[in-house]
C-alpha cells in the first residue's frame, strides 16, 4: 500500500538527555522514525541556558544539513516528524512546537490526536489566548500556561487531566527531558538509555537501536517521566483506565524491527501470514506481496501453506515524496513509478497477493490492473486484517467513512471493484490471536466502530483553518 492512498500515521517523537552531541542523536533518531511521518522535520537542543529550534517541511534529511547539527549544541535535545492529523501540512503546524511564557521556555512534540480540541480551544480563546498554530498540540501549552505558577509538574498534570484523546508527547525545557502516554496507551513510547548513561525516550525501539541504546522499557499508559540533573522520576497521577492501544500498529505502521506493546512487530505480522494460511487455503502457482507493505505476512503464508514466495513486482527506491501530484492521471503513473511487474514471472500464471490493508482501494486497482496486464491468468488477493469501515479519530489519518472503501461496499463488492478473482480478509479473531496479547487491551474501532472515548464525528483535521474572525475587523 502506497503512503498517498494508504492510511498515514500522526507522527514520530524522540529525545536524548545527557548526551553532548544530543541534537545529531536526536537526527538519527528521527531517521529511523521517519515512515511516521514525512511532511515536515523538527530539533530543538539546550545547553542548560538556551533552547534552539530548527525545523522545516519535508524529510529528515532535506531538513537538516551538516551546518544545522553543528549549530545545535547541547546536552537535551528532542525532536519530531510530523504528518497531520490535526491542522495542515504547513511551516506554522512544524513541530517541536516552542513558547516563552513566564520565564520558561517549552518545547513540545506530540504524537496522536485529542478529540475534545474544539471545545478546549473555543474556551481558551474566550478566555483570550492567542493560537499561532491550527494544532491540537498547541491546546496542551495553553493550558499548561494556567497553572504554571502552581510548579511545571503540576501545570502539566493538570492540562494532560483537561485533555482527552491519544498522546505520546516529548517535550523539553532548559534543563529537563519530559515523555507523557495517555492514559489508554494508543500510540507507543519507549524508554531507553545509552553506554555512557544518557537517558533516550523514542515512538519506536527501531530508533534506540539505531544510535546502540538499550532498551529499558515502555513509558507506561497514563505515566509521566522527568528526567534532569536530579536523575528520572516517574509519577503516575491519572486514574487507571483500561488499554486501547492501537492494533493498526502492528498492521501496518510500526517498523518491522521494532517491538511495541511488548511485541516484536516482524513477528507479528509473520504470524497474521499463517493466519490466514488457516482461513484461505488456495490453489495458485505462486504468492506475492506488493513491497513493502504485504512482505512480512506474504512470507508467514508462505511458509505455513508451501505455496512458493515470489516478488511479483520491483519496487524503485529512488521515487520522492508522491503526495505533490497534479492530477489523478499522474497519480496513476506515480503508482506504475514505484512498482513494476516481473512480466516473465507473472505471465500465465495464478497470482496470488498478500496486502496488509486496503483503504481506498484506488491504488490497489491500478496494481492489480498491472498484474492482469502483465499476463497473468487469476488474480487472487487476501489481507492480513479486517476490512476498515470506520475513521480513526485517535492519530491515523483514516478518510472519512464515506472514502473507505469497506464502510459503502462488501467484500464481494471490493472484488469486483478492483477486478480480482477472489478476495479474502484476516478475520478479528485470528488478527488478535496473531498478536499474542489479551484483545480486551486494544482499539478495534476502526474495524468495528465501538470507539472507547467518544468522539465528536464532525470534527475535521482543518477545523481552525477558517477565518471566521474577519467579520468582527
Avoid at 13 to 21: A, L, M, N, S
Avoid at 104 to 121: C, D, M, Q, S, V
Amino acid at each position: 500500500m502506497n503512503n498517498h492512498s494508504g492510511p498515514r500515521e500522526a507522527c514520530g517523537v524522540f529525545g536524548v538527555y545527557g548526551h553532548p552531541d544530543a541534537a545529531r542523536l536526536t537526527y538519527f533518531g528521527l531517521y529511523a522514525l521517519q515512515h511516521r511521518g514525512q511532511e515536515s522535520a523538527g530539533i530543538s537542543v539546550s545547553d542548560g541556558c538556551e533552547v534552539q529550534t530548527y525545523k522545516g517541511m519535508g524529510l529528515v534529511s532535506e531538513v537538516f544539513g551538516h551546518q544545522h547539527l553543528e549549530s545545535l549544541k547541547g546536552h537535551l535535545a528532542m525532536g519530531h516528524v510530523r504528518y497531520s492529523t490535526t491542522g495542515s501540512s504547513l511551516f506554522i503546524n512544524c513541530q517541536p512546537f516552542v513558547v516563552h511564557h513566564a520565564g520558561l521556555t517549552l518545547a513540545i512534540g506530540h504524537n496522536g490526536n485529542l478529540i475534545n480540541t474544539r471545545e478546549l480551544r473555543t474556551q481558551l480563546e474566550k478566555d483570550g489566548s492567542i493560537f499561532q498554530s491550527t494544532m491540537d498540540t498547541e491546546i496542551i501549552v495553553h493550558l499548561m500556561a494556567k497553572y504554571l505558577q502552581e510548579g511545571f509538574l503540576n501545570a502539566l498534570v493538570k492540562a494532560l487531566s483537561k485533555v482527552k484523546g491519544a498522546y505520546s508527547l516529548v517535550m523539553m525545557t532548559k534543563n529537563s527531558l519530559i515523555a507523557a502516554r495517555d492514559p489508554n496507551g494508543f500510540r507507543p513510547l519507549c524508554l531507553g538509555q545509552l553506554n555512557g548513561g544518557a537517558y533516550v525516550v523514542a515512538s519506536e525501539t527501531c530508533a534506540l537501536d539505531l544510535i546502540e541504546a538499550k532498551y529499558i522499557r515502555d513509558v507506561e499508559p497514563g505515566e509521566i517521566i522527568v528526567i534532569n540533573e536530579n536523575g528520572l522520576a516517574s509519577y503516575t497521577p491519572f486514574a487507571k483506565v483500561r488499554s486501547n492501544i492501537c492494533i493498526f500498529e502492528f498492521i501496518y505502521f510500526a517498523r518491522p524491527d521494532s517491538n511495541i506493546f511488548g511485541q516484536n512487530v516482524y513477528r507479528v505480522r509473520k504470524r497474521q501470514g499463517r493466519a490466514l494460511a488457516e482461513e484461505y487455503p488456495m490453489d495458485v502457482d505462486f504468492l506475492m506481496p506488493f513491497p513493502d507493505s504485504g512482505n512480512y505476512a506474504a512470507l508467514g503464508f508462505s511458509q505455513a501453506s508451501k505455496i512458493p514466495f515470489e516478488i511479483g513486482v520491483i519496487r524503485n527506491h529512488y521515487v520522492g515524496r508522491t503526495f505533490i501530484q497534479p492530477s489523478q492521471a499522474m497519480r496513476e503513473y506515480g503508482v506504475r513509478i514505484k512498482l513494476n511487474p516481473v512480466k516473465e514471472l507473472i505471465d500465465g500464471k495464478r497470482v496470488l497477493i498478500i496486502e496488509d490493508s486496503i483503504i481506498r482501494g484506488t491504488t490497489t486497482r491500478t496494481r492489480v490492473k498491472g498484474i492482469r496486464e502483465a499476463g497473468a491468468t487469476e488474480v487472487h488477493m487476501l489481507v492480513s486484517c479486517p476490512p476498515h469501515r470506520f475513521p480513526c479519530y485517535y492519530g491515523i489519518d483514516f478518510s472519512t467513512k464515506g472514502e473507505l472503501i469497506a464502510s459503502k461496499k462488501s467484500v464481494e463488492e471490493i472484488r469486483d471493484f478492483l477486478e480480482l478473482d477472489s478476495l479474502g480478509y484476516l478475520s478479528l479473531d485470528g488478527l488478535l490471536r496473531s498478536t499474542k496479547m489479551n484483545r480486551e487491551w486494544f482499539c478495534l474501532a476502526c474495524f468495528d466502530g465501538n470507539y472507547p472515548l467518544a468522539v465528536d464525528k464532525q470534527f475535521s483535521k482543518y477545523e481552525f483553518e477558517h477565518n471566521k474572525g474577519d467579520s468582527l475587523i
